[in-house]
Each structure stands twice: as C-alpha cells, then as structure tokens.
C-alpha cells in the first residue's frame, strides 16, 4: 500500500479512487506496517491533499507503542504529515 500511494503522490498522478481503496484497505492491516509503510503512507496521503481522518487514526494508534522502531526520518516524516 504504502509505495503505491507513494509513487502516486511523488509522480503527481490524482488517483482518488486508489487513495480511497488504500484509505480503507490498510487500516485493518496496519499491525503489519513497519515504520517506513507508516511514514510513506501519511506522507503520501498528505502530500496529495487527500484527506483520510480514520486511517490516520489508526495509524496514530498502531504507530505509537512501536515509535521506539522508527528511525528519525521515519519519525519526523511520520510526525510531519
């Protein structure tokens, strides 16, 4: 999920149906996510202006007990979007 949306994002490509399927889609698979899926993702998600309240919750709460795993640019990345 997270390269996808990245690519799409970082291509300039809109793709408002894929970034809703993901929106969706991840959020029951987030425990599987490592710290760089969580950064691209809200990275990506924010840098399209496409807002996703629910995942972003979801990734807040699943990416908390794990922050010791996270790198500084995954962090600040993570924090940023």
Do not use: C, H, I, Y
């Amino acid at each position: 999920f997270s390269n996808t949306v990245w690519a799409f994002t970082t291509a300039g490509v809109p793709a408002p149906a894929l970034f809703a399927a993901v929106a969706k889609e991840a959020v029951p698979r987030l425990r599987d996510f490592t710290p760089q899926d969580f950064s691209n993702t809200v990275w990506a998600f924010t840098t399209a202006g496409v807002p996703a309240p629910a995942l972003f919750a979801a990734v807040a709460k699943e990416a908390v007990p794990r922050l010791r795993d996270f790198t500084p640019q995954d962090f600040s990345n993570t924090v940023w979007a």
